[in-house]
């Protein structure tokens, strides 16, 4: 009974491995065909693990029929049609034909394998339907292990059943998805304007991609696709650049940056083109050079053309450089003749003019001096555009005591307070930000009220890029921030951008004098050390400067 019941399990142990069998040669389809669309060398790893569980399962198989000869032999015949379906299996297909050729032999093969392994199967179901028989006919005392027995070749029928729809709607599955993925990688391509290419270093064979054969102006897969005709779309120029950096890859590994231009078959023109690659070795051990290759026309185009807006802008900065020379230098020259022209008559004749006389030479006078304040002015603003900008540490509390220093006069004039205590150091130019204070204290004593002292509040501390939403910027990066708060007239909020403008003026030049120039020359200083000055304001509440420098 024992020897009965050996021979049972045995049956059932070949038709569960002989099922296991065709699941794997599945998985290796499954692989393969992947590995064939994609060119991806992770899609080889159920054909790899595939192979390695086939070989198991016939060492498992041979061990257990071992004793009988006709399955021994119909075993052979299993191993041989296995060991065939697997030399179809393929990383390279010379063309379109091979790749059909090879699919539908492939597929005979597999035909012809289940057909073998289903005569194997009834044969072991049969003498499973006799050892049963044989088992009952001995055992008529024991109908549960019968019922039992009929339970277990159900159940390995079933689950085997279950597996091969798995497997089915597995592969219908991955087959889809690599459809949708092959279409997303083409269309990518044709949108990024670029192909991808394959060499296999080995025999030197190259696989281009449809749309490389389109960036050299031809149809896909319209010529072999080789290095000797690649040469033929290089321009003559470019062909010795691009020869020479195929000859070393193998040893370096990599296909440095290329540049060149290639000639367009279809419309006869010049484009430039980008290559590189880098070598790779799949599981298979084969060895691959994978690259890419993009139509850069347009951004070469854009190139030349910043380049020579850049030779304009060089040119037009020179000229402006120039200019200012001119406005600040040159003109002083004839202005001080000007003004000692007026001091002359004013010692020696203004009390022989008329009273009309007189108040044009007052206008005189006001518009020359007018005119050397602007002079002074632009000469500063000047300056400050063209200064070298070598930072060093400088410490605020200096810079606003040296600043106090220079308005002395007006601070006295206007009686004005202006409170300060321990401010930070900062990396920038010491006399401009000297320049950068004086400017804004001195606005903030001109706008004053003249009913009551003026007060200028300066303080400073460290803030976060991302706490400060008008900086725009959500890093990390830190800040400076430096805020002048005054109590003068103030300005509407509308023109807080307006004041930094050159020559801008929100007042009358005969209410306050000035030339628009100050606060200008104080936007250009914070841009200088890459910061940023915002102004706010209420009619006469006051004003408020806020800076902010990197640290």
Not at 358 to 371: G, L, V
């Amino acid at each position: 009974m024992d020897k009965i019941s050996d021979s049972i399990m045995n049956t059932y142990a070949i038709s569960i491995e002989l099922g296991q069998l065709i699941s794997y040669i599945k998985d290796a389809e499954t692989g393969h065909r992947g590995y064939v669309i994609t060119n991806d060398s992770t899609y080889l790893e159920p054909f790899i693990n595939a192979r390695k569980n086939v070989n198991l399962t016939f060492q498992s198989l041979n061990n257990t029929i071992k004793s009988d000869t006709v399955k021994q032999q119909q075993l052979i015949r299993i191993y041989e049609l296995v060991d065939k379906r697997f030399s179809y299996f393929k990383n390279n297909f010379a063309n379109k034909d091979e790749f059909n050729t090879d699919f539908k032999n492939g597929k005979m093969v597999m035909d012809s394998l289940r057909s073998e392994i289903e005569i194997m199967l009834s044969t072991e179901n049969k003498l499973l339907t006799t050892k049963d028989k044989l088992y009952k006919y001995n055992n008529s005392n024991t109908p549960l292990i019968v019922f039992s027995t009929f339970l277990i070749s159900i159940l390995i029928l079933g689950l085997g059943y279950m597996r091969i729809i798995k497997n089915y709607k597995d592969l219908v599955t991955q087959n889809i998805r690599l459809k949708i993925f092959d279409e997303s990688s083409k269309q990518s391509e044709i949108l990024g304007k670029y192909g991808s290419w394959l060499l296999n270093i080995e025999d030197k064979s190259f696989n281009f991609s449809d749309n490389t054969f389109r960036l050299l102006g031809c149809k896909p897969q319209s010529f072999q696709a080789n290095l000797e005709n690649l040469l033929n779309f290089i321009h003559p120029d470019d062909q010795e650049i691009f020869t020479a950096a195929f000859q070393n890859i193998e040893e370096s590994a990599m296909l440095p940056l290329i540049h060149y231009r290639i000639l367009k078959k279809d419309t006869l023109e010049i484009r430039h083109f980008r290559t590189t690659a880098k070598i790779f070795i799949d599981r298979l051990g084969n060895k691959n050079m994978i690259g890419t290759t993009q139509d850069i026309t347009e951004d070469y185009n854009k190139t030349q053309l910043i380049e020579l807006r850049n030779k304009e802008l060089v040119q037009n900065n020179k000229e402006l450089m120039e200019f200012n020379h001119v406005a600040s230098h040159d003109l002083q020259e004839p202005l001080r003749k000007i003004q000692t022209f007026i001091s002359r008559i004013e010692d020696r004749e203004k009390e022989q003019l008329s009273e009309t006389a007189k108040s044009y030479f007052e206008k005189i006078q006001e518009a020359s001096n007018r005119m050397r304040i602007l002079i002074d002015d632009l000469l500063q603003y000047s300056r400050t555009n063209r200064s070298e900008k070598r930072f060093e540490e400088v410490d605020l509390n200096q810079v606003v005591s040296n600043a106090i220093s220079e308005l002395s006069e007006n601070i006295s004039e206007k009686k004005a307070l202006i409170h300060f205590e321990k401010l930070h150091h900062v990396q920038g130019i010491q006399f401009q930000l000297e320049q950068l204070f004086i400017n804004i204290i001195s606005n903030s004593l001109k706008y004053s009220k003249t009913d009551e002292a003026a007060v200028v509040d300066i303080n400073s501390k460290k803030v976060k890029a991302y706490k400060v939403p008008k900086l725009k910027d959500d890093s990390k990066k830190e800040y400076l921030k430096i805020t002048f708060k005054d109590n003068g007239l103030g300005f509407e909020q509308e023109y807080a951008e307006k004041i930094f403008l050159l020559f801008n003026r929100l007042h009358g030049k005969k209410e306050y004098p000035g030339t628009g120039v100050g606060l200008a020359i104080c936007k250009k200083i914070v841009e200088n050390h890459k910061g940023y000055i915002f102004a706010k304001g209420k009619v006469n509440e006051g004003a408020e400067f806020e800076i902010y420098l990197p640290i």
